[in-house]
């Protein structure tokens, strides 16, 4: 698989929308803030990957609210950013299939294998990629953005029954817990090797 140097002269790298430079494709990856039209202005192409079958899923968190809903089978969408959030056309599809155990962190690591891949797709196949851009058809369905609320188990459920929550749960940033007996418990979930 090529890296990105063998499709560009200069690659440009930044955390923040205010760094943003003029040039021909602009990678949105992983990106949690709104880029103003201004700044889509810059680059010829502004590529966000997002995990759900867009329209549906738009907004926080995709994969995470998929596995909460049960599903193990995670569409990949490579679209042009737009004014409104996750609106614009996409270019690629691809799907991410889980055996229903993977825990957040491997996840995360199969869908950023995804990215590059849909990344390298799109450099190999432009610009005639664009042509078969589709727009988006249907309704719009949007997920929250999750807060440490969210990760909140419930003693008096088994761990099976809450399993997919503990899936999704960063042990660092947003563990699972639970109340009981007036204190608050974390509960840390990891592969055991």
């Not at 609210?65 to 599903?71: C, F, M, P």
């Not at 991410?96 to 590059?116: H, K």
């Not at 432009?126 to 949007?142: F, L, N």
């Not at 440490?148 to 419930?154: A, G, M, V, Y």
């Amino acid at each position: 698989m090529p890296t990105l140097k063998s499709f560009a002269q200069e690659i440009i790298w930044t955390h923040e929308v205010s760094e943003i430079t003029a040039g021909d494709i602009a990678f949105y990856l992983g990106c949690e803030q709104i880029v103003p039209p201004a700044l889509l202005a810059l680059n010829r192409h502004n590529l966000v990957v997002h995990a759900s079958d867009l329209p549906k899923g738009k907004g926080w968190s995709p994969l995470t609210w998929r596995i909460l809903d049960g599903d193990n089978e995670i569409p990949v969408v490579l679209f042009e950013a737009a004014e409104k959030v996750d609106d614009g056309p996409i270019y690629l599809r691809e799907k991410i299939v889980f055996q229903g155990t993977e825990l957040i962190d491997e996840m995360r690591s199969e869908l950023g294998r995804t990215t590059i891949a849909l990344c390298n797709r799109f450099l190999m196949q432009y610009p005639a990629v664009v042509a078969h851009a589709e727009v988006q058809q249907g309704e719009s369905t949007y997920y929250p953005r999750r807060t440490p609320e969210d990760s909140r188990l419930n003693p008096d459920l088994t761990i099976r029954e809450q399993f997919r929550l503990m899936r999704v749960a960063d042990n660092e940033r947003y563990p699972c817990y639970f109340e009981l007996g007036g204190s608050t418990f974390e509960v840390k979930v990891e592969r055991r090797r």
